[in-house]
């Protein structure tokens, strides 16, 4: 049954839980024109002063426990996150009790995780000739990141990642879980609606606030999309 139901189990039943829009310029965060992130670097200081912040105004929660989480190209910003805390926890004036951070399905390493043609292989969604193309473009890429090529290897991704999909495999097919059916795939969401409702305006005190899909941030972010945060 679709709807908004509560959840039987959620991580704030237990714990305080703060989401933050991010990097600056999704969601509800904003900023100027020239003043999106371009790198880790800065992504990490944005979300640390925001931290900082957060523990200043509400100093109750400076002893407790701080876990960062995450999914997918958290793998990139969780850990600039955590490095930041780190550098700047022996010099400030508010530390910031971090415990553990947790990254689901995380973007890490593009090199070892281009990697789709033998998963694709193995599970049937390609043959023997489709293999082969997928592996050239994905020598290509590895080639063009080595040689740090980044703008080459963002349009390569992109084809391995749109093109080569939709041509040999197909949309519908959700890499992470392929027993979802195709109708299920793809079904239509409604928490674009539901987050500018309203309702949700006003329990999170953003008044008329443009919702920002991000797009402006994965254009000034194309760059580090590519890269590795691999140690």
């Known amino acids: 049954k679709e709807g908004l139901r509560k959840r039987t ?8 839980y703060l989401i933050i829009d991010q990097p600056v310029g999704t969601g509800y965060s904003f900023t100027g024109k020239l003043c999106y992130p371009e790198n880790e670097t800065a992504v990490g200081e944005d979300l640390y002063q925001a931290v ?3 523990h200043q105004l509400f100093p109750n929660f400076q002893k407790g426990k701080f876990f960062i989480s995450g999914s997918s190209y958290a793998g990139h910003y969780i850990p600039a996150l955590g490095h930041m805390i780190l550098k700047y926890n022996p010099s400030a004036k508010v530390k910031i009790n971090l415990t553990s951070i947790l990254i ?3 973007w890490f ?3 070892t995780q281009v990697e789709y043609s033998d998963y694709l292989y193995q599970h049937g969604f390609i043959d023997d000739t489709v293999k082969n193309i997928y592996e050239e473009y994905q ?5 063009q990141v080595a040689a740090k090529n980044f703008i080459g290897a963002g349009y390569t991704i992109s084809s391995i990642n749109t093109t080569l999909r939709r041509e040999n495999v197909g949309f519908q ?5 392929y027993l979802y059916f195709p109708n299920n795939a793809r079904r239509k969401q409604n928490w674009h609606e539901f987050i500018q409702s309203s309702e949700v305006r006003k329990a999170l005190k953003v008044g008329d606030l443009p919702f920002q899909s991000g797009d402006k941030v994965f254009e000034s972010l194309s760059l580090d999309l590519v890269q590795s945060v691999k140690p």
């Open 9 to 16: 189990y959620s991580w704030n039943v237990k714990n305080n």
């Open 109 to 111: 390493d593009p090199v």
């Open 52 to 54: 900082l912040q957060f």
């Open 104 to 106: 689901g399905n995380g």
């Open 139 to 143: 020598n290509t890429f590895k080639r």
């Open 173 to 177: 097919v959700n890499y992470e879980n």
